[in-house]
């Protein structure tokens, strides 16, 4: 069976630090990855997406990126972090075809900036 | 661009008793999907429930049901025989169809449920 795992579960970090979380999938090969934000008491907003290794594709421009070293590996980054990043960050992944109709979501990183 | 509208931000139910939440969407597509998600206090998304625009019926899915009215572009949950494991916060998405080669989800802001026992 498919499962998604994201790392860290919770990150409290300085502002103007850098920021790296990682999403990885498992028992499926070249799936939809996406990253999303949830700010406190709010509806999710999708940040990025990939449909393949170094495919990426930005839906709001913001101070972060995304990067796919890996057919199931999917990073958000920053260089320097603002206080607006805090919130909660969801994962997901869906596969191809008529597939990519379900995605599944990680447990979340939550992103305290300080 | 698709927008969704849940427009109960909180609701509340027995133990055992019924609950609908609410949820309309704007769209000018004629297929679509159509899901509710449900985030429990570990805040881990879960599918709780899927439609698919073209199909007439609605999905049902054991104590989960859909009131799907196309034409009204309403999309309505009902839960059944409440349970406290039911607390949570729901959230209506939508999918737009096929010509792209991703699913991205739009979704609503939310509805917080509680379950009273």
Redesign the interface.
């Known amino acids: 069976s498919q499962t998604i795992h994201q790392w860290p579960a919770t990150l409290v970090q300085p502002v103007g630090s850098p920021l790296s979380l990682e999403c990885t999938v498992e028992g499926t090969s070249n799936p ?1 990855l ?1 990253w999303y934000r ?1 700010a406190a ?6 940040l990025f ?1 990939s ?1 393949g290794i170094g495919q990426i ?1 930005s ?1 709001v421009p913001q101070n972060l990126s995304a990067s796919r070293p890996q057919d199931r590996q999917f990073i958000l980054s920053s260089k320097k972090l603002l206080l607006s990043d805090s919130g ?1 960050y ?1 994962c ?1 992944w ?1 596969g ?1 075809g008529l597939a ?9 990183t ?1 992103l305290s900036v300080l | 661009a698709q927008t969704v509208t849940q427009s109960q931000p909180e609701m509340s139910v027995q133990e055992a008793e019924t609950v609908t939440l609410s949820c309309t969407y704007d769209t000018s597509e004629s297929d679509y999907y159509l899901f509710w998600y449900k985030q429990p206090p570990s805040r881990q998304m879960i599918l709780v429930i899927r439609q698919e625009a073209y199909k007439q019926q609605n999905a049902t899915e054991n104590r989960f049901s859909v009131n799907f009215q196309k034409a009204a572009k309403s999309f309505s949950l009902k839960i059944s025989d409440s349970q406290l494991g039911d607390a949570a916060m729901y959230f209506c998405a939508y999918r737009s169809p096929g010509g792209t080669s991703y699913g991205k989800l739009t979704f609503g802001q939310g509805t917080i449920l509680t379950v009273h026992p």
């Open positions: 939809n996406y949830q008491g709010r509806g999710l907003q999708l997406y449909v594709s839906e909660f969801l997901a869906s191809k990519k109709n379900i995605q599944y979501f990680g447990a979340g939550r």
